[in-house]
């Protein structure tokens, strides 16, 4: 009996059926080792060790591994066919040699681009050896960024505070929107005039034409720049008369595009679904393990990690076959079609995105998948048949038209394509974000018969005024396009990136377009002054070109981690030098239409508007940067600092408080105000006046006399406890709503709970809070984020917001959530996967807590989302190099 590893449960199950009794098929869940989020995990001083670590969950899957191990004939790893299957590979096989279980079994490596029996039995004919440069490329990669991450984060929290990571690829991510936002900050709107002419043929039919020259010289786009030279030029053609100069059709091809690689799955899914780039990664990673198919699993799609855009020979041949078979012999072109990337650094390692089995049609599989599965496994299936489909056959129309009045002479240009012939438009067409033009067919629509020499009726002139527009905001689609034209991350690490971005609140996403937060701005603006080699485009695209050399054997991954090194420690140890002023005064300078906005007065943005004299000026906080005046503490001024910062920056520039009313018991005034943390209702002057912050959700605009005495009576007392005689009180701390009695908390569903709970109910959430026991003792259950509804076996499920990210709750099973999974976007379906999971490794009265009955499919904990090679930057202690005392620490297998 052979053991096989592959990296999830629902491959092992499909994988074990393809195999039979001779083989025994576990799951890794991903990643067994990790580097552990501390400083210290990676010696630059000791040629760059690594300390890996198991956490508990691992070391428990890797036991059950080891003991398969130790009673079977040899091992097969079949994790992944990309780099970071490799590494996984390579992870499980140095645990394994260090429990000392291989003895001298037998060990291979086999990778299936696709999860069918075919695919998988073919692999296993096909052994070979872990792929040394590639598991050297992943440690290098890993080592970077982690060594990026502990170290550049560490500084910026001590001269920007309330900046929380930086990462190799995440900040330079995180620059190309900072840099786009301030284009459009810079962009000045300029004036200009289209026009265009209405005319009719002597058979009737009416046509539009556009003005393209006028007295004989030729009109640039957008050259009419004001409504006086476009008055003289509608003067001209108003009485004109029209004479068609010649009219020429030119037939031409248009191609397909190849089949999918990961990002451009990620920007077709964003332009037509509205899927995000995680979303997208999620539905394909279904698709790819396997889905149910009339009592077979069976993957639907090839990997969905890849940068090639070659489909394998026998795919193209089949492709072709249904072409044939479904659009006619017509549509098949004559030769296969090649393609390859134009991608900078692209490996084209695997194949591209493409079905299994093009015979296996939409239609025959859509009562097998769910929505989001059908629509993607729709947009592959399609565009992989289009990529060996004939080409389009287009007649393209363009029409020159004289206009001639009084002597004076003007230019028009009508244009207008035809589809001869649909080709692979019968199939899939392209679709485009930001305005472009899409593949599907010309926009200037088609032109009624038009003959060379004829004289054209004049209906009407148009003259239209427009104004430009500044460059569009990135999308993630194309946010994803770009990096990857720059060479800037992988496949694997788009999506990641990402979430990381939102995670760390650096952007916002609002109508599908990525908007940096004030919070992200300061950090990029602090590393192009300050570490401007390290968010350089060039600089990462370079340094991704010498990972993929290691991992083809041309480079020494440690001799890149030491020229790596030399000059971003000493970059780290000249931070050590730099003053908080020299920080303030370069993001003054850098920042300066986000911090100091026009005014509509014209005055110099700079001057405080309450002291008239004081200069304002970025200032930082322990919980981040804000507005404030020189003059300080003669003058109090401050203000949020916000990517918003425009009106409501100037409606507070005054920072005069607003009137609510008196306090009815101590005939003190309530007033409204902004403060460096936002706005906040307070009672009276002075120091010893009481404040009250804005609970989340509630608006200045919101807040009136009652909602703010409401506020400052906080904490609230509800009653005594029956049991212990001590009062139970209710209010607002830093996470949320609570209770509090006898020391401990109790977390509140909303905000409302706490000026509307009673006494029965504040002790039965207490006596729930106590019978989870001590590991929640610190503050109690986190409010539910949302509700996604009742469990098949009854009980609400809820998305809470953890300690340690967000999770599904279900009684007493709370399962967290995939890495780069959002709240906002967990469905019923994947929370009760993801409770099915947890509750079968739960224990119970007399054995294991079984997973809910109706729950039947499993997934991986660690979805293959999480492959990110961004470091998830904790707190360490800042320490530019690692101490050698760290070495003294006893490694983790």
């Known amino acids: 009996m052979n053991v096989v590893v592959v990296e999830s449960p629902a491959k092992a199950k499909t994988i074990n059926k393809y195999l039979g009794p001779g083989y025994k098929v576990l799951a890794s869940f991903g990643h067994v080792r990790d580097l552990p989020a501390k400083d210290g995990s990676v010696l630059p001083d000791e040629d760059f060790e ?11 899957r890797m036991k059950d591994i080891a003991d398969a191990v130790k009673d079977s004939d040899g091992l097969i790893l079949a994790t992944d066919p990309d780099r970071e299957g490799e590494a996984i590979s390579w992870h499980v096989l140095d645990v394994l040699k260090k429990k000392r279980v291989l003895g001298d079994k037998p060990v291979q490596r086999v990778v299936f681009n696709a999860i069918t029996k075919s695919a998988v039995l073919e692999a296993m004919k096909n052994p070979r050896d872990i792929d040394t440069p590639l598991v050297d490329a992943y440690l290098a990669r890993r080592a970077l960024d982690y060594l990026v991450g502990f170290n550049l984060s560490p500084v910026l929290w001590r001269k920007l505070p309330g900046a929380r990571s930086a990462g190799r690829v995440q900040s330079v991510a995180l620059r190309l929107v900072c840099d786009r936002e301030s284009e459009i900050e810079r962009f000045v709107s300029e004036e200009y005039w289209n026009i265009s002419a209405l005319l009719k043929t002597p058979r009737g039919d009416e046509f539009e034409a556009r003005l393209v020259s006028a007295e004989g010289k030729r009109l640039a786009p957008r050259a009419v720049g004001n409504g006086e030279e476009a008055n003289s030029l509608r003067t001209l053609l108003d009485g004109a008369s029209y004479r068609v100069e010649s009219v020429e059709a030119k037939p031409t091809k248009r191609n397909p595009s190849p089949p999918f690689t990961t990002s451009t799955l990620q920007q077709a899914a964003s332009s037509k679904l509205g899927f995000s780039a995680s979303r997208t990664m999620q539905v394909a990673q279904r698709l790819y393990e396997g889905i149910d198919i009339g009592g077979e699993t069976v993957g639907l799609i090839t990997y969905m990690r890849t940068d090639g855009v ?40 695997h194949e591209a995105i493409r079905p299994t089995s093009f015979d296996r049609t939409p239609d025959q599989v859509k009562r097998y998948l769910d929505p989001d599965q059908l629509k993607l496994y729709d947009l592959v299936w399609k565009r992989g048949i289009a990529s060996q489909m004939a080409s389009a056959e287009i007649e393209r129309t363009t029409v ?13 240009r009508a244009t207008g394509s035809v589809i001869r012939f649909d080709g692979f438009i019968a199939a899939y067409t392209d679709q485009k974000e930001d305005g472009e033009q899409s593949d599907d067919g010309d926009d200037d629509g088609r032109l009624p018969e038009i003959n060379a020499q004829e004289k054209l009726a004049k209906q009407k002139v148009n003259a239209t005024q427009h104004f430009t527009e500044p460059p569009p905001r990135y999308s993630e689609a194309s946010l994803i396009k770009k990096m990857e034209e720059l060479g800037i991350g992988r496949p694997s690490t788009y999506a990641a990136t990402l979430a990381t971005l939102r995670d760390r609140e ?18 990029t603006a602090f590393l192009e002054s300050f570490f401007t080699r390290y968010v350089e485009y060039d600089f990462t695209a370079d340094l991704e070109e010498k990972l993929d050399k290691i991992s083809a054997g041309e480079l020494d991954w440690k001799q890149v981690l030491r020229d790596f090194w030399k000059d971003f420690f000493a970059q780290i140890e000249d931070t050590k030098e730099l003053r908080v002023t020299n920080v303030l005064d370069a993001l003054n300078e850098e920042l300066a239409p986000l911090v100091f906005p026009k005014r509509d007065d014209g005055s110099d943005p700079r001057i405080c508007q309450v002291c008239g004299t004081g200069k304002l000026s970025l200032k930082l906080g322990k919980f981040g940067a804000f507005v404030g005046c020189s003059n300080y503490p003669e003058c109090n001024f401050t203000r949020q600092l916000s990517a918003d910062n425009g009106s409501d920056a100037e409606a507070a520039a005054s920072n005069e408080p607003q009137s609510l009313g008196k306090d009815p018991h101590t005939g003190e005034e309530i007033t409204l105000r902004s403060g460096r943390f936002g706005p906040y209702v307070q009672r009276g002057d002075g120091k010893e006046a009481k404040r009250s912050s804005l609970p989340k959700g509630w608006t200045p605009a919101s807040i009136d006399h009652e909602k703010a005495l409401a506020l400052l009576s906080l904490p609230r007392d509800i009653g005594q406890h029956p049991e212990s005689g001590k009062m139970i009180s209710a209010g607002l701390g830093r996470y949320g709503p609570f209770l509090l009695h006898d020391g401990g908390y109790a977390n509140l569903e909303t905000v409302e709970d706490v000026f509307s709970i009673g006494l029965n109910r504040a002790v039965t959430v207490i006596a729930d809070k106590a019978s989870k026991g001590p590991g929640g003792r610190a503050r109690g259950t986190p409010a539910a984020l949302k509700t996604l509804g009742d469990h098949p076996d009854g009980g609400p499920i809820t998305v809470r917001d953890g300690k340690y990210g967000p999770y599904v709750n279900w009684g007493k ?12 976007s967990v469905t019923m379906e994947e929370a009760l996967v993801l409770i099915a999971e947890k509750a079968g490794k739960m224990p119970a009265k007399g054995g294991k807590a079984k997973a809910p009955a109706k729950a039947k499919t499993t997934k991986a904990a660690k979805s293959s989302e999480t492959k990110s090679d961004e470091t998830k930057a904790a707190k360490p202690k800042a320490k530019a190099a690692a101490k050698p005392k760290a070495a003294a620490k006893a490694k983790k297998a």
């Not at 089949?318 to 549509?331: L, P, S």
């Not at 650096?506 to 950090?523: C, T």
């Not at 099973?813 to 906002?824: E, F, H, Q, S």
């Open 400 to 412: 020159e038209i004289e206009a001639e009045n009084g002597g004076r002479k003007a230019g028009l």
């Open 310 to 349: 070659q489909m394998a020979p026998e795919a193209i041949d089949a492709a072709r076959k249904a072409v044939g078979e479904q659009f006619g012999a017509r549509y098949v072109p004559e030769k296969a079609r090649i393609y390859s990337t134009k991608a900078k650094n692209a490996q084209e390692a």
């Open 506 to 523: 650096y952007i916002v996403i609002d109508k599908r377009k990525l908007i940096p937060e004030a919070k992200g701005r300061l950090v």
């Open 813 to 824: 099973v709370n399962a967290t959530l995939p890495k780069g999974k959002a709240a906002d």
């Open 50 to 60: 690594m300390l890996w670590e198991v956490d508990s969950a691992s070391a428990k």
